[in-house]
């Protein structure tokens, strides 16, 4: 039987072959121990913080999911990643606030896809895979989806005439894939970068800890919680976000556009150089960053890698045909 009390009402559930409590009934001791927990003072200090926190009070006020987006919000306008028309893919975009950011700055004609192992219902504009993105099948899911150009992009209404803009784009597109043609070694358009299709991937994707006990608590309960959070094994949360960035890259490598951008979100560590090496191996320009937005007392850090090099291959970046991902 287990006693679950919401504010400003209790609601008693029995377990098969149990009986409620009663009024008299003594409580287990393991439940007091429960409530106690929730009234500690590390839960008093995150309650706290999170009402002074100045980039959550803004967030509710624009109507954004999270105070997330802001962190997205500082490189965008650091690193200029962003301009409309883009396709975008945003991995790990649970709850959504990358993807309102990447819908609103790649207006109008661009299309966001996301990809995330939690069920989330996609923010507006935006389109949303559910799957493991450390799986085969998710990833050629994804492959599938971006390299069709009309799927997740605003429809135009019937009868309407091609605004300026989508007539523009389209051109530039038409240009890109004639210099695309022309970069082929066998003349018939079909050159190494020829079916890259996406401008900008952006990786925030971190490994939930498991839910194992005290599911009615919500900062436990709530699996957007649970993803922002690190386990406090930092050897695992570092080794893992290696693992998730090295995936991002892989799926960078088959499917960014030269001179596109790539965003991932790590923990520091030994590897992180390796990484890094492998960033400047495909990318123009790798800069560490940690946002203002980003909490002081949290150990994530992004990579900023701006301008795909041309004829960049898997082989080139890891050094090794062996794919892992």
Known sequence: MIDRVWPGRRLLLAWPGTRPLGAGAARPAWLAGVRAASNSSSSKRWNQRQQNDHYRK???LQGLRSRAAYKLLQLDHQYKLFRPGMTVVDLGFAPGSWSQVAVDRTSPGGRVVGVDILPCAPPKGASAIQGNFLAPATQDSLRQYVRDHDRGRPVA???????????????AAADAAADAGDAGA??????????????????????PWPLVEYPWIRTLSQPHYRMANTSGIGVRDHAMS??????????????????????????????????EARLKRMFRTVKRNKPEASRKASREMFFVATRRKKNVSYEDVYLTSERVW
Not at 158 to 170: S, T, V, W
Not at 255 to 272: A, I, R, T, W
Request: hydrophobic residues 45%; aromatic residues 6%.
């Open 186 to 207: 066998d003349g018939t358009g079909a050159g190494p970068d020829a079916d890259k299709v996406v401008d900008l991937v952006l990786s925030d994707m971190s490994d």
């Open 242 to 275: 290696m693992d998730l960035c090295d995936a991002a890259l892989t799926f960078a490598v088959d499917m960014l556009k030269v001179d596109g951008h790539f965003v991932c979100k790590f923990f520091s560590g030994p590897e992180e150089k390796l990484l």
């Open 58 to 60: 803004e967030a509710v």
């Open 157 to 171: 209404r019937d009868g309407a005439a091609p605004a300026y803009l989508e007539l523009e784009r389209e051109q």
